[in-house]
């Protein structure tokens, strides 16, 4: 999988909390005040990751997927082994998902990273689920 043209990071904020054990609309509205808008950048630019930022990020490829299989997006281990993690928790795609995989680019290591459009970060694995 390859790294798309769209992030969007946490902008300055006063909100002391986002209350999680809401309704999902809810929580979704709260997060929505707190993130960016969408940020494009051109294919030969590059989106600065500074250490311990969260940015969420898309593949550049869609996934479309039947509902009797799963995907696993696992990050590339060259990546992992500068702080970079490609999805924070949830690499798990859906049956029936249709569309780019949202990223969660977290950078926990000690140097800003420079992330550019149509990079490898990571690769798809399948399971079939059997009735």
């Known amino acids: ?3 798309g043209n769209s992030f969007r990071v946490f902008r300055e904020h006063k909100t002391p909390y986002i209350d999680l054990s809401g309704p999902r609309e809810e929580v979704a509205a709260q997060l929505n005040k ?3 808008d969408e940020i494009i950048i ?3 630019e590059a989106f600065f990751l500074h250490p311990g930022d969260l940015a969420l990020a898309t593949t550049l490829e869609s996934v479309s997927l039947p509902a009797n299989i799963v995907g696993w997006l696992d990050g590339r281990s060259s990546l992992a082994r500068l702080g970079l993690m490609v999805h924070v928790t949830a690499h798990r795609i859906d049956p029936g ?5 949202v990223l969660e680019f977290f950078n926990a290591g000690k140097l ?5 459009p149509n990079m490898a970060i990571g690769a798809l694995s399948f399971e079939i689920f059997k009735w």
């Open 1 to 3: 999988m390859r790294l």
């Open 34 to 36: 707190v993130m960016s």
């Open 42 to 44: 051109g294919d030969d």
């Open 97 to 101: 998902w249709e569309g780019k995989i």
């Open 112 to 116: 800003p990273l420079a992330l550019r």
